[in-house]
């Protein structure tokens, strides 16, 4: 089984022997035994809640050992932490891809400038049906017909 680090950035993955000279996977706590520190390995990961959580720990879920203080979790320091030198990161939060601008209408009068034009400040959309039997109808290519007005 391919054993790859859970941890946010890191590249660590049996199929590339490039990137583990002297590194070895230490296996996730499991959820159902050590709920606990569980929680915290997850936290300290750094990954969003849809990447990893509870209910995503396997048996193949693995922090490498770049990971911790001497290469495995000792009773000093038995969480990971990060290898960005010793910085946690909170996960991203992804922005939103708009922004709303409020936009301020404060004259009362009509929005039209040219006095001999008159001003239509809210017009109903031309709403097409399908009507048989009315008297403002047309027939399309395929035979059926529509309404052109509705009222």
Known sequence: MVK????????SDTRYPERIINVSFLPFPKPKTNYDACLRWIKACGRPVEQLNVNKITRDTYVCSKHFVGGFPSEKNPDPFPATGGQIYEARVKSRKRKYVELEHNSAEPSCSVPEVPCIDHVN?????????H?????????????????
């Open 4 to 11: 790859r680090c859970s941890w946010g950035t890191c590249n």
């Open 125 to 133: 959309p031309i709403i097409l049906s399908r009507n048989e039997n």
């Open 135 to 151: 008297k403002d109808t047309q027939t399309d290519e395929i035979g059926k017909s529509f309404s052109i007005f509705s009222r």
